[in-house]
């Protein structure tokens, strides 16, 4: 059974940095795309950062871009999501999914594979 568990999401105040975590297990996924998406309350959710299976191309919505950084590492199965001067809109709960395409994709509909959700809170 296929299962994705986010990690490292928290309280920190505006200006600081997090790194999430997404692990994998149930079948490697090096093959395929991957990403990161957000939802906060009351709002749809949206694309954050996206990178293709060999981890060469990476995607951002332009309200990260230059802030985050999308990485993987398929010998651990692993997507990370290094985010840097966090900003209170950047509040919201942050999934990681995979596609089964090996292109980077950004509308949520075309992930196969979702996480259960990481917090993350920024305070102004």
């Known amino acids: 059974q296929v299962q994705l568990v986010e990690s490292g999401g928290g309280l920190v105040q505006a200006g600081g940095s997090l790194r999430l975590s997404c692990a994998a297990s149930?079948?490697?996924?090096?093959?395929?795309?991957m990403a990161w998406f957000r939802q906060a309350p009351g709002k749809e959710r949206e694309f954050v950062a996206g990178?293709?299976?060999?981890?060469?191309?990476?995607y951002y919505a332009d309200s990260v871009k230059g802030r985050f950084t999308i990485s993987r590492d398929n010998t651990k199965n692993t997507l990370y999501l290094q985010m840097n001067r966090l900003k209170p809109e950047d509040t919201a709960a942050y999934y990681c999914?995979?596609?089964?395409?090996?292109?980077?994709?950004?509308?949520?509909?075309?992930?196969?594979?979702w996480g259960q959700g990481t917090q993350v809170t920024v305070s102004s």
């Open positions: 990178i293709s299976w060999s981890g060469k191309i990476t």
């Open positions: 999914a995979v596609d089964d395409s090996i292109v980077v994709r950004t509308t949520p509909g075309a992930y196969e594979y």
């Open positions: 149930g079948r490697t996924f090096s093959s395929n795309a």
